[in-house]
DNA sequence: ACCGAATTTCTAGCAGTGCTAGGATCGCGG
DNA sequence: CCGCGATCCTAGCACTGCTAGAAATTCGGT
């Protein structure tokens, strides 16, 4: 028995490894050179067993994006520091070498159908309490966040969209595997995965005390949209990176209605 | 010498059809059915031809991207039309059958230059063909309001929205060119073809007047940032379509200062 | 400890990709 | 009409994702 049980750990070791070559070799030579025989060779395996684990090369990155979700949802609801010092020890957190990240494997897991399973995690309808006490429907987010938050909605608001921004600048592999590679992960349906929706509800959660009248999903969002279009744009130099501050200024300022 | 001439004519008209058919194919089967053998066989040549006249696919990719900003600027800077019949007829150049295009060289065509300073070419104004109900719900998008948009620099930069969202709707595979796919085209410096700086300028022109004190330049780009987020997220289902005239709304609410 | 069975892994290959060298073919000037 | 230069196509390279079937390995029962 404990044979099998090695086997099947050895199994998850190597999935994990798999998933771990896949997004070190897009973050340091881009998405096009993550092949599979590339990745095969990483591993120390042939390319068919790759294909016993996951269905396709599709499959692969989606993990890897399923991963940054989870990554991205942690570090929108990690706690805000009273010093800025300690601010600047969380952006280096979300910066985090993938190496480290694998080496703890008790830390943010691949596997989809684990993370899927969790009803609680159905903030999905959220929209029916669109007023702060979102924030208590939603204890789990919110019972270790911002602890300014309640006294500055308004910093609350600026310290995730630098967040967010940062974690696109610091892992763009990752943020393309995440959105630009089409991954068809099921996003605003009954399925969709819980650190998709911790993601979103992380967003959400910081802007329901500025939402005032206005529904605060919509709003969430809009500020969504507002991020991720600032992120892809000013990625490939679309937008230029000396007003990067101004914007995001521009942005919390237009959120929470100065 | 009539010889000399029709060769660079006909060789124009091949270069322009191959951009013809790499759009019309991808806008049907996507970019991943884009290869040189398929653009090839369109063309009715050999795929090295293809290669005469571009560096490689990338820059076929890129001439179709071009041929998008060109026509996003002019759809962004159509004056709003005062009768629904030129609307109309205006939205159905938009969504008209790439076959069609290719056909008929005199409709939208493939030269940049030719686009920009061809007024039939014109992209559509959703409004006039909106569908009763968001009307209705939004009494302020009627297409009599559209007219006074001059002078309501709201309802301008509503107008604007709304295009760039119908544009990037109703031509997901060139809004790919344009933005997902890198075709690294220059964009913030000083060779930055004159379409992309026309797509910039048309929404900086109508965020002008409500920029305030704030600057303007910064109030676009996070505007187009916000459109361009909700484009594509919205594309691949990550944003319920069901909200989508409330997020306009919002986002024209948040920039116009309401 | 052995040996057949079952599982796991690898070798080899398929169809398709972007791209290119070199030979065939065409049209033009003389 | 011919020769020559521009034009085009055939054939092929190195690569991609993916898979069938052979080889190797591990397992369970005697």
Chains 1, 2 share one sequence.
Do not use: C
Not at 65 to 84: K, R, S
């Amino acid at each position: 028995m404990s044979a099998q049980e090695r086997k099947v750990r050895d199994r998850a070791q190597r999935e994990r490894s798999i998933v771990a070559a896949a997004r070190q070799l897009a973050e340091s030579d881009g998405w096009e050179a993550v092949t599979t025989r590339r990745l095969a060779e990483r591993i120390e395996y042939s390319q068919p067993v790759l294909y016993s684990h996951f269905a396709g090369k599709d499959a692969i990155v989606a993990a890897v994006a399923l991963e940054g979700f989870a990554e991205l949802a942690q570090a929108l609801a990690q706690p805000a520091a009273a010093d800025p010092r300690a601010a600047a020890a969380d952006s280096r957190a979300v910066v985090a070498n993938p190496k480290t990240v694998v080496a703890d494997p008790s830390a943010v897991v691949a596997d989809p159908k684990a993370v899927v399973t969790d009803p609680r995690a159905a903030v999905a309808d959220s929209r029916a309490v669109a007023d702060p006490k979102s924030s208590a429907a939603n204890p789990k987010s919110s019972a270790a966040n911002l602890r300014s938050s309640v006294a500055d909605p308004r910093a609350a608001v600026a310290t995730v969209a630098r967040r967010y921004l940062k974690f696109a600048e610091a892992n763009p592999a990752l943020y393309d595997a995440m959105f630009n590679l089409h991954t068809d992960l099921p996003f605003g349906r009954a399925d969709t995965p819980a650190p998709l929706r911790a993601a979103f509800a992380a967003i959400q959660d910081v802007l329901a005390p500025v939402a005032g009248g206005r529904d605060s999903a919509v709003l969430a969002e809009l500020t969504w949209s507002a991020l991720h279009g600032i992120a892809t744009l000013s990625r490939d130099g679309r937008l230029p990176p000396e007003y990067a501050t101004e914007r995001i200024d521009a942005l919390v300022d237009l959120v929470t209605g100065q």
